[in-house]
């Protein structure tokens, strides 16, 4: 009886008698799930879930796999393919549809990778078009004169970011030095501020 209170008590789905999702589970599933926490101590109560979840197409916990547009960082990625992995050796699930479920979580992942890299490539173009922009660049010349504010040099003159837009840094003339291509290159993404 303790090691059943144990089991119980263990899990974060578990709330009293029933399970704190709208789905039910079946006895033999419970007592596999039960068996292999009595061998090994590894409760697997919450993957089961977690992949019940994910297998019923009205889930309600953020991973809808009906839904296309949903997608999923790599967290997310890494817990559901550990809670798949956890319960598929228990034969909890029909294994085309555990098949199917990760390649549509890996391709969600994708997704968000791919959103990532294109808002991060857009900040950066955006962020080239405002210092390329002619009266910017002629009021950060005439506020630090035109030359490269670490070396000096007057020639191949560039408009960096103090703070690099990837690090949340501003379009704005206040975030704004004139540095040499060579001093700029140099400098990369650190927050080396020149100005006086």
Do not use: W
Request: aromatic share 12%.
């Amino acid at each position: 009886m303790n090691d059943l209170k144990q089991f119980l008590s263990e899990s974060k789905t578990f709330a009293g008698v029933t399970f704190s999702g709208l789905y039910t589970m079946e006895d033999d599933v419970f007592f596999k799930i039960y068996d292999h926490y009595l061998r090994t101590g590894e409760n697997l109560l919450d993957a089961y879930s977690k992949c019940y979840h994910l297998f019923d197409e009205d889930n309600y916990d953020g991973f809808n796999m009906n839904n296309d547009g949903h997608e999923i960082n790599d967290d997310d990625y890494a817990y559901i393919c550990s809670c798949i992995s956890k319960v598929r050796s228990l034969q909890l699930f029909d294994a085309d549809k555990i098949s199917n479920i990760r390649n549509t979580v890996k391709v969600r992942r994708d997704n968000y990778k791919r959103r990532l890299a294109y808002l991060d490539g857009k900040r950066r173009r955006d962020a080239s078009s405002y210092i390329a922009k002619k009266e910017i660049r002629d009021a950060v010349f005439e506020l630090y004169g035109r030359k490269c504010l670490c070396c000096n040099a007057t020639t191949n003159l560039s408009i960096d970011h103090v703070i690099p837009v990837c690090d949340g840094g501003m379009d704005n003339i206040s975030n704004l030095q004139p540095l040499c291509c060579r001093c700029n290159s140099k400098k990369g993404s650190n927050h080396t501020d020149f100005r006086p």
